[in-house]
């Protein structure tokens, strides 16, 4: 089963609504817009370890050295959460309100305590 989330149409694809939703974040969905038919195929545990593998690539440059190379994957990261909301189902105008809310009501004035949280809870 590839996956729960109905394919419609594809978010984002080709309307010029969307042009700018993400600033620039933008050219990271358009550039994933040609695949979007196989990125709705994939299960949701695709972009779970493609996002650790990142993250793998993403410390062997830092441990070169390499900040620049390593950034590069952090971006991918981003394009990873990107492609993964688009995989719900989510056009970029609903993934910008979701990243403004988000930062208004969960994380802005609160960044201490979540630190704070995820240390007790999980030791990080």
């Not at 309307?15 to 040609?34: K, M, R, V, Y």
């Not at 993403?58 to 990107?82: F, K, P, T, W, Y």
């Not at 056009?91 to 609160?110: L, N, S």
Request: charged share 30%.
């Amino acid at each position: 089963m590839a996956s729960d989330v109905p394919a419609g149409n594809p978010p984002g694809v080709g309307d010029d609504q969307d042009s700018d939703q993400l600033g620039p974040f933008q050219a990271l969905w358009d550039a994933w817009d040609a695949a979007h038919d196989d990125l709705m195929a994939k299960p949701l545990s695709h972009y779970r370890l493609a996002t650790g593998l990142q993250f793998d690539e993403l410390e062997e440059h830092l441990a070169r050295g390499d900040r620049a190379a390593a950034a590069r994957e952090a971006v991918d990261i981003i394009s990873l959460a990107l492609n993964t909301l688009r995989w719900m189902g989510y056009r970029p105008e609903d993934v910008a309100e979701f990243a403004r809310t988000r930062a208004q009501v969960r994380m802005q004035g609160r960044a201490h305590e979540i630190l704070d949280k995820y240390e007790r809870r999980y030791g990080l």
